[in-house]
């Protein structure tokens, strides 16, 4: 079945530095790929969509500055949260979108800032 | 605007009794609709997509369009279904963006 990896599985960082996580499909192509957020107890947040080869559409309320998106090859989006901060501490969940629509789900990275 | 209501946080039932998780839509055009699960310490996966048709693990959910829901329903529950269940949507021509429920906290006890 489609696989998706994330990684690093979980990052604690200092406050001010940036982090990048990885997001990839290891047995599929996917040109769209999905960033979620997710609070303890609570839902999905939709962040932005990566295509590949184009830039990423933001939801809206999500600086795009802060969280840079970039999707270069059809198996991998990275995101980077720029200048984090301990509000930035959370959840982050990748999906890719296979060829029949579906979307595959990451195992997430959580990610501490202190 | 585009919304998904799941009303329940928390459903708890005993196993062997039946469970309705609900859903309930708005949304533009006809969207295609998605039931999806996280068990404890896993990552999210799809249980069931409505036009599949698809019983998976028992679980079934029909889609109602007057009503715009699309409740999830298991006639007899069993305790590794406890899990958090989300409801999502899928517009047409949205580029693949689902939106999720709030999720229902399904606890299925002994």
């Known amino acids: 079945g489609a696989v998706v990896s994330q990684h690093p599985s979980r990052v604690i960082c200092k406050s001010g530095t940036s982090v990048k996580i990885e997001c990839r499909s290891l047995?599929?192509?996917?040109?769209?790929m999905f960033w979620y957020r997710q609070f303890p107890k609570q839902s999905l947040m939709l962040m932005a969509t990566?295509?590949?080869?184009?830039?990423?559409?933001?939801e809206q309320g999500v600086e795009k500055d802060k969280f840079l998106i970039n999707h270069a090859s059809l198996t991998l989006s990275t995101l980077t949260v720029t200048s984090a901060h301990p509000e930035d501490s959370s959840f982050y969940i990748c999906?890719?979108?296979?060829?029949?629509?579906?979307?595959?789900f990451g195992p997430g990275t959580r990610l501490t800032v202190t | 605007a585009q919304r998904v209501t799941q009303p329940e946080k928390l459903l708890s039932v005993f196993k062997g009794a039946p469970v309705e998780l609900k859903c309930n839509y708005s949304?533009?055009?006809?969207?295609?609709l998605f039931w999806y699960v996280q068990y404890s310490r896993q990552r999210l996966q799809l249980l069931l997509r409505?036009?599949s048709r698809e019983s998976i693990k028992g679980f079934t959910a029909d889609l109602n369009k007057g009503e715009t829901s699309f409740h999830l329903k298991k006639p007899f529950a069993q305790e590794e279904d406890s899990a958090m269940y989300y409801c999502?949507?899928?517009?047409?021509?949205?580029?693949?963006?689902?939106?999720f429920g709030q999720g229902t906290e399904l606890s299925v006890k002994p």
């Open positions: 999906s890719a979108r296979g060829g029949t629509g579906e979307q595959y």
């Open positions: 047995d599929f192509q996917a040109t769209t």
């Open positions: 990566s295509n590949e080869g184009s830039k990423a559409t933001y």
């Open positions: 949304y533009s055009g006809s969207p295609e």
């Open positions: 409505h036009i």
């Open positions: 999502a949507p899928l517009g047409r021509n949205q580029g693949g963006k689902l939106i």
